[in-house]
């Protein structure tokens, strides 16, 4: 599976890495999400449909925490393709935490998504000795 960024998800992620409380995230997001195929990313659908493209609220767990102590991801997931794009992150617990985002913001995410994909403005990235390269550079993007 491909995996995309937006350069959104990306300045919330550094955001978040400022934090000693969410210096887990890089490793969470690999074990969660980059080492599985699209189909097997489960989460709650907020948009598209179940066979083709699907935008999904996906719960990164915690050890010791779970689920409801983790990350919730926003992504899209085009299965045909076999992308999957992060486009939103946000913690459950500490620093800059929420229980969920608004409805407006998901239609923002989606219409943010739709205008990023026409203009291929997505970072691709890859697992490289647990550490979440870009592809075309091979440089860390979370240093």
Same mark, same amino acid.
């Given at each position: ?46 948009? /598209? ?16 925490? /779970?689920?409801?102590? /983790? ?73």
């Amino acid at each position: 599976m491909d995996v995309y960024l937006t350069n959104e998800f990306i300045k919330e992620t550094l955001t978040l890495l400022k934090s000693n409380s969410h210096k887990d995230i890089e490793q969470l997001l690999i074990q969660e999400l980059f080492c599985k195929k699209s189909e097997d990313i489960k989460g709650y659908r907020l948009s /598209g449909d179940n066979t083709n493209s699907r935008f999904l609220k996906v719960r990164v767990s915690r050890e010791n925490e /779970g689920k409801s102590g /983790g990350y919730r991801v926003y992504a899209w997931i085009i299965i045909k393709e076999d992308n999957l794009y992060l486009t939103y992150i946000h913690p459950k617990k500490g620093r800059r935490s929420q229980a969920s985002i608004s409805n407006d913001r998901i239609k923002e995410l989606i219409k943010s998504f739709i205008t990023e994909r026409r203009e291929n403005n997505f970072i691709k990235v890859e697992n490289k000795d647990d550490i979440i390269i870009n592809s075309q550079t091979q440089n860390p993007i979370f240093a």
